[in-house]
């Protein structure tokens, strides 16, 4: 797989292609890129613009994290039931306190 071009390449790449003074197919040679791959950036550009309709890059790069957070409160609900069921089928909840046991109020007097 070929290296990542930085973001300030791809920009003029495609803009040099939007000038439309040479053809896609020539400027993605001399660039030592595929024609898809320019076409591909410049379909990316035109959803970023709002020229045409899509995800754009920040609402993409959104999703990927959103469904990874999503994958992780899922692992952790599993991990949840899983020691709530061996807690309960054990029954090895935590007991009260022997403090919290004694009557209230104290059966001590508070005199003066």
Same mark, same amino acid.
């Given at each position: 797989?070929? &290296?990542?071009?930085?973001?300030?390449?791809?920009?003029?790449? @495609?803009?040099?292609?939007? &000038?439309?003074? !040479?053809? @896609?197919?020539?400027?993605?040679?001399?660039?030592?890129?595929?024609?898809?791959?320019?076409?591909?950036?410049?379909? &990316?550009?035109?959803?970023?613009?709002?020229?045409?309709?899509?995800?754009?890059?920040?609402?993409?790069?959104?999703? @990927?994290?959103?469904?990874? !957070?999503?994958? @992780?409160?899922?692992?952790?609900?599993?991990?949840?039931?899983? &020691?709530?069921?061996?807690?309960?089928?054990?029954?090895?909840?935590?007991?009260?306190?022997?403090?919290?046991?004694?009557?209230?109020?104290?059966?001590?007097?508070?005199?003066?």
């Amino acid at each position: 797989m070929p &290296a990542a071009k930085p973001p300030e390449f791809r920009r003029r790449a @495609v803009d040099l292609a939007r &000038a439309g003074e !040479q053809p @896609v197919a020539k400027i993605a040679k001399d660039l030592g890129i595929s024609e898809s791959c320019l076409r591909r950036w410049m379909d &990316a550009d035109d959803v970023d613009a709002g020229r045409k309709e899509g995800l754009t890059s920040a609402e993409r790069r959104e999703l @990927v994290e959103l469904r990874r !957070q999503t994958r @992780v409160q899922a692992m952790e609900i599993e991990i949840l039931k899983r &020691a709530s069921a061996y807690f309960a089928r054990e029954n090895i909840l935590p007991k009260l306190s022997s403090r919290w046991s004694v009557s209230w109020p104290s059966t001590t007097s508070l005199s003066r």
